[in-house]
């Protein structure tokens, strides 16, 4: 049996634990993939295949990315400097991309998902904050 991409161990990640369809949204773009909360219908990730160059590596091909938002800007600047990590490609200041390329352990990957499905909740209907 065939080992699990990253990409393939987020997938049943994100569908385990929060119950989300992983969405393909462009028809132009179909390594992309976002996932959403069913509560507020926020995206709290999304996975595309970028140019390997866009990050800085020296190599022609595309890598897997993961994008996700960090609320704390404190700890998104502490995780900007770690091997693997990068500011979010594509996406406001509050994003991180990870580089899906073995440099960020999935375990680490899977609380950085966590804190993004976090960072996006919605607000209960009815209810102010």
């Given at each position: 049996?065939?080992?699990?991409?990253?990409?393939?161990?987020?997938?049943?990640?994100?569908?385990?634990n929060y119950g989300c369809e992983?969405?393909?949204l462009w028809f132009r773009?179909?390594?992309?993939?976002?996932?959403?909360?069913?509560?507020?219908?926020k995206w709290f990730g999304i996975i595309?295949?970028?140019?390997?160059?866009k990050f800085g590596i020296d190599r022609v091909e595309y890598v897997d990315v993961l994008n996700v938002k960090i609320s704390?800007?404190?700890?998104?600047?502490l995780l900007l400097q770690q091997n693997g990590i990068f500011k979010g490609y594509h996406m406001g200041?509050?994003?991180?991309?990870?580089?899906?390329?073995?440099?960020?352990?999935?375990?680490?990957?899977c609380e950085?998902?966590?804190?993004?499905?976090?960072s996006v909740g919605g607000k209960i209907k009815g209810k102010k904050e």
């Amino acid at each position: 049996m065939k080992n699990k991409s990253f990409r393939e161990k987020i997938y049943d990640y994100v569908k385990n634990n929060y119950g989300c369809e992983i969405e393909h949204l462009w028809f132009r773009f179909p390594g992309y993939a976002v996932f959403r909360r069913r509560d507020s219908g926020k995206w709290f990730g999304i996975i595309m295949d970028i140019k390997a160059s866009k990050f800085g590596i020296d190599r022609v091909e595309y890598v897997d990315v993961l994008n996700v938002k960090i609320s704390d800007f404190i700890y998104r600047d502490l995780l900007l400097q770690q091997n693997g990590i990068f500011k979010g490609y594509h996406m406001g200041h509050n994003w991180i991309s990870v580089l899906l390329t073995g440099s960020v352990s999935f375990e680490q990957i899977c609380e950085l998902i966590d804190l993004s499905y976090e960072s996006v909740g919605g607000k209960i209907k009815g209810k102010k904050e």
